[in-house]
């Protein structure tokens, strides 16, 4: 089976891990990764990245120019796709930019046109109901009734697809999974020390950006209410909310609780997750975000989630978009934006260290069954098979 899968996501190697494992699960497969030449990615990192091709065999990068740089709805590549196309001959050919994306019309229409016959896929995280107008409305007609099948992020997306007459083959899966040699459990009493923790005192987790969607604001007013416990707050990330969340937590009486980390590199933040009793995704949907093809956010999948399974920590989440299916029996769930939920659920955990424990290893076990990249590369394959 030869497969290509297109995306600016695989510009970092990290993320590549999944199709690495797929490209050897069997002989006979090999996998292109076609990515931007070049990427502007913004946020945090603001430097343009120049990506460099990869031959590993059965499992290739292929860097291909790219004319838009900085938005994945507008990226599409540039006319060396074609000779690649012509000399690989992919039976599958999967897009992860999306129903509505031109990447994924450029791959279909060229698919047709240089009579290669590979199955179109595509790969989406979209979970909020949206309508189109022309001629953007077109462009998701002509993409879906060219699709042989779809991998959606979350169970959502899957509906709202179906919802805009989509009905083929679906899978429902995240685009990433967890290195579990990585992300394990590990006691971390040098680094509790060095963040001044005590031994005995709970360490309720937060990993992310810092902004309101998030549900920050929740989790504050929710352990101001388990003040009579010993517990410390500690929080991985950066964002626009630090400074009002210091404020808050100075009014609430817990600033000298709150232990604020930032910049921590990626394969050290599993040091950190080793720290926490718990792990709380507290996020809530919101309506204030705006594009030009779709209106509001609510949480995707929640990939932190299945990093805090796999090093054992017990998880507290909200019931925004995804979170819930992915924690299932694996940790407590509470109405977002509700901190008198969320503070009933720190005080089970708090109050039972057992409960504590049983849940980590509930999610230990599921992140290890469901959400490895291997576990994910078979479940992709097995999909692919199915087409």
């Known amino acids: 089976m030869k497969i290509i899968v297109a995306s600016h996501t695989y510009i970092v190697d990290l993320n590549r891990e999944k199709l690495r494992i797929l490209a050897n699960l069997e002989p006979g497969i090999e ?5 931007p030449r070049l990427w502007n990615p913004g946020g945090v990192q603001s430097e343009q990245v120049k990506s460099e091709p990869v031959d590993e065999g059965n499992f290739k990068v292929v860097p291909i120019s790219n004319l838009s740089q900085n938005n994945q709805g507008l ?24 129903a509505k994306a031109l990447t994924y019309a450029e791959f279909i229409t060229l698919n047709k046109l240089l009579g290669i016959g590979a199955k179109n ?4 995280w979209w979970n909020l109901p949206y309508t189109l107008k022309f001629p953007v409305s077109l462009l998701e007609q002509y993409n879906l009734g060219n699709t042989d099948g779809i991998i959606v992020g979350n169970q959502d997306g899957a509906e709202i697809l179906r919802d805009h007459g989509y009905q083929g083959p679906m899978e429902v899966m995240p685009q ?23 031994p005995d005192t709970f360490v309720v987790g937060f990993v992310g950006r810092f902004v309101e969607e998030k549900g920050l604001i929740t989790l504050a007013k929710a352990l101001a209410k388990v003040k009579h416990h010993p517990w410390k707050w500690l929080l991985l990330g950066r964002g626009e909310l630090r400074s009002p969340l210091l404020d808050l ?23 950190y997750i080793n720290v926490m009793n718990t792990l709380v995704l507290p996020s809530e949907t919101t309506y204030k975000f705006k594009t030009l093809t779709s209106v509001g956010w609510k949480e995707q999948f929640g990939h932190v989630l299945i990093e805090a399974m796999a090093c054992q920590v017990a998880l507290i989440g909200s019931d ?3 979170i819930p299916y992915v924690i299932d029996q694996a940790g407590l769930v509470f109405p977002e934006g509700n901190p008198e939920a969320l503070a009933d659920c ?7 260290p057992d409960l504590t424990q049983e849940l980590g290893q509930r999610g230990y076990e599921r992140a290890l069954s469901c959400y490895t990249n291997h576990a994910l590369a078979k479940q992709q394959l097995e999909f692919y098979k199915q087409l």
């Not at 609780?257 to 910049?263: Q, T, Y």
């Not at 720190?346 to 039972?352: A, V």
């Open 31 to 35: 996998v292109i990764v076609i990515v």
């Open 75 to 98: 990226l599409t590549f540039g006319l060396d796709l074609i000779p690649l196309l012509q000399s690989f001959k992919p039976d599958i050919i999967q897009i992860e930019q999306g």
């Open 121 to 124: 896929v595509f790969f989406t």
């Open 176 to 198: 990433l999974g967890v290195d579990e040699t990585l992300f394990k459990p590990e006691p971390q009493p040098e680094l509790r020390a060095e963040l001044g923790i005590e």
């Open 249 to 271: 937590a100075q009014e609430l009486g817990i600033q000298d609780r709150l232990i604020i980390v930032e910049s921590v590199a990626h394969d050290r933040v599993w040091q």
């Open 320 to 322: 925004s978009g995804e």
């Open 346 to 352: 720190l005080e089970k955990l708090i109050s039972n």
